[in-house]
């Protein structure tokens, strides 16, 4: 953590119902799949199961579940709330 850095609130909560916004692709992070490969398709419901942040932008980072298999790091920008809450930008 950057000293006298207030971080700012996430969006989303733990446990909170979410939709991806975008295709969300491997970006390296899953060796499993190749790079570039389609992980979770736009649409695609998963739930909030941690939240951290990246200290240098400030930016809240979410780690989505997707079915029972799929864990992807998000940003706010990739998702939006299941209910209550406007569309993606």
Known sequence: MIPGLTLREPRYQW????????DLVNDGS???HEENALLVRA??????VNTGFHAESNT?????????????????????A??????CP
Do not use: D, I
Not at 43 to 48: F, I, L, P, S, Y
């Open 60 to 80: 809240p980072v979410y780690l989505v579940q997707f079915g029972e298999r799929m864990l992807v790091g998000c940003l706010e920008e990739e998702l939006e």
């Open 82 to 87: 299941s209910a209550g809450e406007p569309p």
């Open 15 to 22: 446990g909170q119902s979410v939709r991806a916004c975008v």
């Open 43 to 48: 649409g695609t419901a998963g739930e909030v």
């Open 30 to 32: 899953h060796p499993e």
